[in-house]
């Protein structure tokens, strides 16, 4: 099994100015970086930093529009996938790609079965797989169903792939996401396993205490450009979080201050299924907009989703109005006066092919029935006009279908589905992601009207100025758990990401 020569100060792989847009968003603009055998080389940044455009670039999965890339002192260009494997260059995803109901071994060499007199050679495929498991520090049989395995194992398993093709890049996006510390400890031993062989591993992760145990030298990624580049002696929490979050934040929308009322949204005790190791206490106001951050994988969505009845609770309770609740379904939620705007609007949000009208009419069918039994089409062109108008909804006619509008005017409409309903608590997940500066501030002008109207407001961003500037207060939450509550001049960046990353803050209240 060949793993790449050893430790070198030649870069295997050389980032030369790539730079790539998607539409009107620039995902990445002259990013550099140099990349050598027998080193981990992580890579950091906030959400949106550019990070998994980079990687699609390295794996041959996108083509970067500016820059090039040169492999052992060639500019070279990666077509595709199979180009970057060509190269040794292999793309482990944080959803990892394995087919669970075939085996390890089959796995291990699918698409690339070696074979005996035109027949698939299986013996050959047990006695190769081992060895690679074996590399891996994995003992199971090469015939052991995927479907059988620990999350932890598939990672290895998707290790051992990538071994098996001469991998001299590994590139590991987010790895121990779903592990435990006891299974990402083993991940690690693997990792310095492979970078003693020559390997080079580039490192993609939130969790900055394991940037720091892995290592050898960090690039920052800012707004899809280098923020900076640390050296193994320069790493630490600190210089890291500095440079990622290393600008001025802007406060582009003005608040009004206006009064908060009572408790509206209290959670207790609150278990999710992605999480029920980590209960949720927090309270939301009336009239109070409270932001949530944290990174990806945070908890924030499946939160969200748990308080408006999408997921069942594993314990506590939710109260809305100081009555308590167990919601067995998002109608439930509704009735109890809650409504959530979900971060996929067109998946969970909208029915694309029908009219604007339709899908604002969609919540209140039941609660409008004419009769018990016929929709209330009255009711539904009285409820659209006034949301179109409210929102400032760009629509040549009620009838037009969703699919025909801007991303804004899309957003608006899941928006205004929901403000029909007139909801007590607003749930929103991302309220402006995929939209332009201009539908930005329309939602948070009617989000401060809401507001205003005494209406609580919880909502999840991954816009650290979003969250800045549109929160009476923020919560952070970090692998399922609120890590911190921040208020007043503790509402800053560096703070917010301290809290993101798993550290704690002194001033902060749990």
């Known amino acids: 099994m060949k793993t790449g020569a050893n430790r070198s100060d030649t870069p ?29 080389h992580a890579v950091i940044g906030e959400n949106g930093a550019g990070k998994s455009t980079l990687m699609k670039i390295l794996a041959g999965v996108l083509q970067p529009d500016a820059g090039r890339l040169v492999v052992d002192d060639r500019p070279t260009v990666l077509q595709n996938v199979s180009s970057a494997l060509g190269h040794g260059i292999a793309l482990i995803h944080q959803e990892l790609n394995l087919c669970d109901n075939l085996e390890v071994g089959a796995n291990i060499f699918l698409g690339r079965e070696p074979r005996r007199l035109g027949l698939i050679d299986f013996a050959s495929i047990r006695q190769q797989s081992r060895q690679y498991l074996q ?58 396993k492979l970078r003693a062989e020559g390997v080079a591993v580039i490192y993609i992760s939130h969790r900055l205490g394991e940037v720091q145990r892995l290592a050898d030298e960090v690039t920052v990624l800012r707004d899809g450009r280098n923020a900076g580049r640390l050296a193994r002696e320069e790493i630490s929490h600190d210089r890291m979080v500095q440079l990622m979050v290393g600008r001025d934040i802007s406060q582009f929308y003005a608040r009004r201050p ?91 949000g909208l029915i694309l092919e029908m009219a604007v009208r339709t899908n604002i009419g969609l919540p209140g069918l039941a609660r409008h029935k004419v009769a ?46 929901w403000l029909s309903m007139h909801p007590d608590v607003l749930l929103l ?75 704690t803050l002194e001033t902060t209240k749990a």
């Open 12 to 40: 295997i792989l050389q980032v030369d100015a790539i730079s790539k847009r998607f539409g009107g968003v620039q995902a990445l603009d002259g990013v550099s970086l140099s990349v050598f055998p027998g080193r981990v």
């Open 135 to 192: 590399a891996v520090g994995l003992d199971i049989s090469p015939d052991t169903l995927v479907s059988d395995l620990t999350i932890a194992q598939q990672q290895m398993v998707e290790i051992a792939k990538a071994l098996s093709v001469d991998a001299r890049v590994l590139i590991m996006d987010e790895p121990t996401s779903s592990l435990s510390q006891r299974e990402a400890e083993a991940l690690f031993q693997v990792i310095d």
């Open 258 to 348: 206006h009064a908060i009322g009572q408790p509206v949204l209290e959670l207790r005790g609150l278990r999710t299924l992605a999480w029920p190791q980590h209960p949720i206490d927090l309270t939301v106001h009336a009239g109070e907009m409270v932001g949530l951050a944290g990174l990806v994988g945070a908890g924030r969505s499946e939160l969200l989703n748990t308080v408006f009845g999408v997921a069942p609770a594993v314990g506590g309770q939710v109260k809305v109005g100081g009555r308590g609740y167990r919601f067995r379904s998002c109608a439930d939620a509704i009735e109890a006066g809650i409504a959530l705007v979900p971060e996929d609007r067109k998946q969970q």
């Open 372 to 417: 018990g039994v016929f929709q209330n089409r009255r009711r539904e062109i009285e409820d659209t006009a006034q949301m179109i108008d409210q929102l400032r909804i760009k629509v040549a006619d009620p009838r037009q279908r969703v699919q025909d509008l801007s991303g804004g005017n899309q957003q608006k409409v899941v928006i205004g589905k």
């Open 429 to 503: 997940d991302e309220p402006t992601r995929g939209v332009d500066i201009g539908a930005k501030q329309e939602i948070y002008r009617l989000m401060e009207e809401l507001a205003e109207r005494g209406v609580a407001i919880l909502f999840a961003s991954s816009e650290m100025e979003e969250v800045i500037s549109m929160s009476d207060r923020v919560l952070v939450m970090h692998e399922g758990r609120l890590m911190g509550e921040l208020t007043g001049d503790q509402v800053t960046e560096e703070n917010i990401m301290h809290l993101a990353t798993g550290s």
